[in-house]
């Protein structure tokens, strides 16, 4: 059994606070470990969901990874997150998409893309990774997500566009024990139990 990891904080209310939070944690994932696995991070009461992806290699790891970001946000009757995602990017020039994915483009930048949400305003930001001549992280660059920017796929609009009901949040949390992935709070605010 898995235990999504939740810890103490200060209340996080509002998204650009989210935001700034996961900011912080991307920085500290990359000094200490020069990438950042797919991370959901959800406040709940004074307490923060940080979800980490186990695996993100294979399109059946990043469904997984979805699905239990889902129901996490269900079973904790979360009202805001964010999702966190390294990233390649290319960019588009005089109205030409590029000719190749960004995963193999030579004009490709490696990014930090936050996506946040809430049931009433999203938010889109790409922070660029700059790292030194030998490839160790130095900062996130400002975001440079064009203004209204919306995203789609699978890592987009995580968040139900409802608040559920206990019984559809007790019913996430028993799917989610059956995944492996047990949801509980150290202050006993909620748990999959």
């Known amino acids: 059994m898995r235990t999504v990891n939740i810890r103490p904080g200060l209340r996080i209310v509002s998204l650009p606070a989210l935001i700034a939070k996961a900011r912080a944690h991307t920085e500290a994932c990359l000094r200490e470990h020069g990438r950042v696995m797919p991370t959901l991070l959800a406040p709940i009461g004074s307490e923060l969901i940080i979800h980490v992806a186990e695996q993100s290699d294979t399109e059946e790891d990043k469904d997984r990874f979805v699905l239990e970001c889902r129901l996490l946000l269900v079973a904790s009757e979360a009202k805001l997150c964010a999702m966190v995602l390294e990233s390649w990017i290319t960019m588009a020039h005089a109205h030409k998409l590029p000719d190749s994915p960004p ?91």
């Open 103 to 193: 995963s193999v483009s030579p004009d490709r930048r490696e990014v930090i893309t936050v996506s946040a949400e809430s049931r009433t305003e999203k938010g889109f930001l790409i922070f660029p990774i700059q790292r030194t001549s030998l490839g160790i992280f130095r900062e996130l660059g400002d975001n440079t997500a064009p203004a209204g920017i919306t995203t789609s796929g699978r890592f987009a609009q995580v968040l139900p566009p409802k608040v559920p009901g206990a019984r559809v949040a007790r019913m996430a949390r028993l799917s989610l024990e059956r995944m492996g992935i047990r949801l509980e709070s150290p202050d006993a605010g909620f748990s999959a139990n």
